[in-house]
């Protein structure tokens, strides 16, 4: 009977501590209780018996809705994500535009990388958008 | 055994009927499905008591702590009038749905 109450600790063991939880618990357990007893009575072994009770009690995120426990929600990034490709991309381009400018001030070509580059936070403002 | 998705939106309705004919505890409860329905349809426990927690919230059945006459202080639930009210209200509506189904699914093999 060790085991089954050990089990019915585990189950419950992420449901915030509550009056509500300790009551829902101990009923839990005792009715639990009852079944193994039942089981036994029916000519199961102990260990059968509690294995069978734990097997057919099911999926505990039923009750923990029930008890309102927020599911964890994924925390949005994509603001984050969309103002490090911003910062990110000015200083890529900014680099561009130096060496342009010192190394090959007669001709422009920095345009061309910093096309390339404004795909980063275009991708990110559209994930954004998206994501809202 | 039957597929339980089905059964499940009717839940509130088996433990109310079976609250209604005298006040049970937990396990009586699913025991009592299981036999009448000569185990063709069992109910998880978890099951069981998200439904009791639902129920009781909406007031619509009530638990006590019951006496060691009654064979043992489990905890005991009753049905309460808004209850009462609310089972007829599906009876009411789970005629008019077997109606409609029936329409559809009787006569064909």
Known sequence: MKRLKN???????????SEQKKAIKQEVLENLEEKVWDLMEQGKEEEDAINKAIVDFGDIEEI???LGVKQPT???MTKLNLGYSVWGSLLIIA????????YSPETIWFVYPTFAVLWWPLTMYFHWQRSK | MIRS???????????????????RYGYEISKEISLR?????????????AVFQRLEKKELIEAYIGNVS????????????????????????WNEVKEI???????LK
């Open chain 2, 101 to 107: 189904i029936d329409l559809f699914m009787e006569g």
């Open chain 1, 7 to 17: 089990h019915v600790e585990e189950l419950f063991k992420d449901i915030p501590e």
């Open chain 1, 74 to 76: 994924k925390k949005n």
């Open chain 1, 95 to 102: 680099l561009f535009i130096f060496i342009n400018v010192s």
């Open chain 2, 70 to 93: 009654q064979g043992g202080k489990r905890k005991y639930y009753k049905i309460t009038l808004l209850g009462k009210a609310y089972l007829k209200e599906l009876v009411e509506e």
């Open chain 1, 64 to 66: 923990k809705m029930e």
């Open chain 2, 37 to 49: 329905t000569d185990n063709r349809f069992q109910i998880k426990e978890a099951t069981l008591y």
């Open chain 2, 5 to 23: 998705d089905i059964i499940r939106g009717h839940l509130d309705s088996i433990i109310l009927r079976l609250i209604l004919e005298e006040d």
